[in-house]
């Protein structure tokens, strides 16, 4: 599957770039590293600037540039992303590579009872993806829903696209255009009273779509940021796929990219949800979520998460829980504090560590579903 193949190398220039694939497990080592407050950026306008910069310099085609020495680079190699802080010690996470049903934690405290009954949530795939192929319509896995980058982005709100200019944005699904235009005009649809450019435009030129259907008695809107134009007018009905404008870089963005948010209840940066919870997942994917939390039953914030086959030895996918702070929102009923979206169903050996502390689990992701994972923390050793 050429989406699959792009996504894991796209992965793994971000966790190494300079770095040959066959090291990327070492890279990710490197990347956990990353994820201290200390490199959070100090306003969110820079740290914007600095994410979107990456974005700019993280397009396949500079994605390929930096990974064989025969293409031209059409950016300074200075701008890649690259993981600075020391490696952790040895990196014990990985499961042993033989099929077992029940994975052993290399942990050295007794595994606790498999936790509680699982939360009653209801999958609500309503949305189609906003960009169609042959245009990339992969969720960005550098940057998703309340990640910060591994410590080097403002909380994320919503999920990215990246695209070339002029590439077609589609609505996610039926409703009405309640806000088209400049962000801020008449109405800011991104962070509520701050300047984030010379227009005070944080989406730059946005959409918003309110859809027909509630969920939950709750009006459900989905947002389009950072649009170069705009092909539709407060008022229009649009239905799913319907072209309501173009990827550009308007508002706090330096590269090309389509940001999307689903917002629910209210049409506020504050009221988002995770979108790979409403977009449909691909063909042969499910979602997997779940708490990663501690004995006390806490969740953990940012604890590092890694997926692999039973049979492999390869990482084929690492993600974070949601980063702390109140600008991202667990879905209503699920109440998650991580997402993995898009993810090949089959088993998978799941591991979660915060500093040495480490739990693994075997789970099966089923096609189209979402998949629940309980993973709490075993206590530090003392
Ligand atoms: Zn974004």
Do not use: C
């Amino acid at each position: 599957m050429p989406k699959r193949k792009k996504s894991t190398s796209f992965l793994v220039l971000l966790s190494g770039v300079a770095l040959a694939a066959l090291v990327a497990l070492a890279a990710l080592g490197n990347v956990k590293g990353i994820s201290g407050a200390g490199l959070r950026a100090t306003t969110q306008a820079e740290a914007t600037a600095v994410e979107l910069a990456l974005i700019a310099s993280l397009t396949p085609s500079t994605a390929t540039a930096t990974t064989e020495a025969t293409a031209t680079p059409d950016r300074p190699p200075t701008e890649t992303p690259r993981p600075t802080r020391e490696p952790r010690p040895t990196r014990t996470a990985r499961p042993t590579s033989t099929i077992t049903p029940t994975p052993v934690p290399t942990a050295t405290h007794t595994p606790r009872p498999t936790p509680r009954a699982d939360p009653q949530g209801t999958d609500h795939y309503w949305f189609d993806r906003p960009i169609a192929p042959p245009d990339d319509n992969n969720v960005a896995l550098f940057y998703p829903y309340a990640s910060t980058g591994q410590g080097q982005y403002p909380v994320h709100s919503g999920v990215e696209f990246v695209n070339t200019i002029g590439v077609p944005v589609l609505a996610a699904g039926t409703g009405t255009i309640v806000f088209a235009g400049a962000d801020g005009d008449p109405v800011r649809v991104g962070p509520p009273g701050r300047e984030y450019d010379e227009d005070g435009s944080y989406y730059g030129n946005a959409v918003v779509i309110q859809h027909d259907e509630t969920y939950k008695g709750q009006r459900v809107y989905t947002l389009y940021g950072h649009l170069d134009r705009v092909a539709v007018s407060v008022g229009n009905r649009v239905a799913t796929g319907d072209k309501i404008g173009e990827v550009g870089s308007t508002g706090v963005a330096l590269g090309p990219h389509l940001h999307f948010e689903v917002r629910i209840a209210r049409n506020s940066y504050y009221d988002t949800r995770n979108p790979q919870l409403w977009l449909k997942p691909f063909a042969g994917n499910g979602t997997l979520i779940g708490r990663v939390i501690d004995e006390r039953g806490d969740p953990i914030p940012e604890a590092y998460i890694t997926l692999q086959r039973p049979d492999s030895e390869i990482i084929g996918r690492y993600e974070y829980s949601y980063a702390e702070g109140n600008l991202v929102n667990g879905d209503d009923e699920w109440q998650e504090n991580f997402v993995i979206g898009d993810l090949p169903a089959g088993q998978w050996i799941v591991a979660a560590s915060v500093g040495d502390r480490l739990i693994t689990r075997q789970i099966f992701v089923v096609e189209g579903q979402t998949t629940w994972l309980w993973l709490e923390m075993p206590r530090d050793n003392d």
